[in-house]
Nanobody
Framework: QVQLVESGGGSVQAGGSLRLSCATS????????MGWFRQAPGKERELVAT????????YYADSVKGRFTYFRDVTKSTVYLQMDSLRPEDTAIYYC???????????????WGRGTQVTVSS
């Protein structure tokens, strides 16, 4: 069974930083690509950042490029999303995802974490 456990959400003022973590089993970490999506109220779930399963270029949504950093710790089977220079429009529930290939289409993602709320105030 695939379990993805997010942590690190919270409330912050604009310009601040948060770091999200998503921990899973070593088996899952090795078997799947992982990534971060987010969903703001009234909006569709969107892909924020991911790295292909076997490495390669990191994908970032245009809206977060230069502000967010996605990275992995193989020793801890954990992926992270470092979010800097946060803006009110970054307010959303952030979800960790796992799949053979992380598609930008949420319907193609088989495994999800429960989500963690990020709120950025102006």
């Amino acid at each position: 069974q695939v379990q993805l456990v997010e942590s690190g959400g919270g409330s912050v003022q604009a310009g601040g930083s948060l770091r999200l973590s998503c921990a899973t089993s070593e088996r899952t970490f090795r078997a799947y690509a992982m990534g971060w999506f987010r969903q703001a109220p009234g909006k569709e779930r969107e892909l924020v950042a991911t790295i292909p399963r076997y490495g390669g270029n990191t994908y970032y949504a245009d809206s977060v490029k230069g502000r967010f950093t996605y990275f992995r710790d193989v020793t801890k089977s954990t992926v992270y999303l470092q979010m800097d220079s946060l803006r009110p429009e970054d307010t959303a529930i952030y979800y960790c995802a796992a799949a053979g290939v992380i598609s930008s289409t949420p319907q193609h993602i088989p495994y999800w974490g429960r989500g963690t709320q990020v709120t950025v105030s102006s």
